[in-house]
């Protein structure tokens, strides 16, 4: 279970705020997962409990799952919202 402590801090890391941004860190993530599968090479075991997470965390829409947006997410509105700007 070595290898879990190099991919559950990618289900940590937020989805920018700035929706541009989405696609970027989306394409980030894929060949970070990618780079790390085929160098590393997990175990079963770790590849199924990343793969049990990365599911849940997606199926819940939460708004933090970088493979696809979900409709109800608050993103949108606060991407927009002036007051979240820091000056």
Same mark, same amino acid.
């Given at each position: 279970m070595y290898c879990l402590q190099? +991919?559950?801090p990618v289900l940590l890391i937020p989805k920018p705020l700035n929706?541009? +941004?989405w696609f970027s860190h989306s394409v980030f993530m894929a060949f970070y997962l990618l780079s790390f599968l085929l160098e590393r090479k997990p175990c079963t075991i770790c590849s199924l409990v990343f793969l049990a997470a990365l599911f849940l965390l997606c199926y819940s829409c939460w708004g933090s799952c970088f493979?696809?947006?979900?409709p109800g997410s608050p993103l949108p509105q606060l991407a927009h919202d002036p007051g979240i700007v820091a000056t």
């Open positions: 190099w +991919l559950l929706p541009a +941004l493979l696809l947006h979900c």
